[in-house]
Every structure is written in structure tokens, then in C-alpha cells.
């Protein structure tokens, strides 16, 4: 069983940046894949960024790719999105999701998730 904590999600505007952080309590963390996603009010949660269990192969989606950075260290059971340039529109609620399997853009390949961190972007 993996719990996980995100934080680092506030209120900025237009252009700016924010660090997501997510923090695993399992000390197996570096056998799982991790992502996150975000979903916003009346919509269905979305696909932003996945990374390998090294950390040396990563997969963003095309909303974010050039302005999002996934990156990962495992002797902290750590997880971080650094995200750059930001638009209205990536207001969400943001998660971080485990698997102990490869898993891919499909939520339902994520075993575990936390309870999400709020990103709002004024414009």
C-alpha cells in the first residue's frame, strides 16, 4: 500500500510557476511508475506527465509539453512537476498517481493516488 501526499498547488497568475511535490510513504517507491494528473470542475480527469522508475524516461501531454517538467528522487520517495509559463486554463485540481506496473496515460492503470493539490491561474 502506497499513500501519497501532494503539495505545493496555490493561486498564481497568468506566466507564472509552480512546484508541485508529492511524497510517497512506501520506501519501495522507486519500483513504481508515477504520473500525474489533474482534473477540472465538470470535466474528466486528464493525462499531464508520467515518468520511468530510474527517472531517465519521461512522457508529457501536448497541453503542457515545453512549459511542464516531471522529475523524480527516489532516495526521498519524492515526486515533482515543475510548472512553468502557466495558462487559465491548467486550473485543476492536481494528483499524483503509482503503479507497480508499466502503466501509461490510462488512469486506470494507477493502482494509487493522492487526494490532489488545487492550482488555480488567474488570468
Known amino acids: 500500500q502506497v499513500e501519497l501526499v501532494e503539495s505545493g498547488g496555490g493561486l498564481v497568475q497568468a506566466g507564472g510557476s509552480l512546484r508541485l511535490s508529492c511524497t510517497a510513504s512506501?520506501?519501495?517507491?522507486?519500483?513504481?511508475?508515477v504520473a500525474w494528473f489533474r482534473q477540472a470542475p465538470g470535466k474528466e480527469r486528464e493525462f499531464v506527465a508520467r515518468?520511468?522508475?530510474?527517472?531517465?524516461?519521461?512522457y508529457l501531454s501536448d497541453s503542457v509539453k515545453g512549459r511542464f517538467t516531471i522529475s523524480r528522487d527516489n532516495a526521498k520517495n519524492q515526486l515533482y512537476l515543475q510548472m512553468d509559463n502557466l495558462k487559465p486554463e491548467d486550473t485543476a485540481v492536481y494528483h499524483c498517481?503509482?503503479?507497480?506496473?508499466?502503466?501509461?496515460?490510462?488512469?486506470?492503470?494507477?493502482?494509487?493516488w493522492g487526494q490532489g493539490t488545487q492550482v488555480t491561474v488567474s488570468s
Open positions: 515518468i520511468s522508475r530510474s527517472g531517465s524516461s519521461t
Open positions: 498517481a503509482a503503479s507497480q506496473r508499466f502503466a501509461r496515460e490510462d488512469p486506470g492503470q494507477y493502482d494509487y
Open positions: 512506501e520506501r519501495t517507491f522507486s519500483t513504481h511508475m
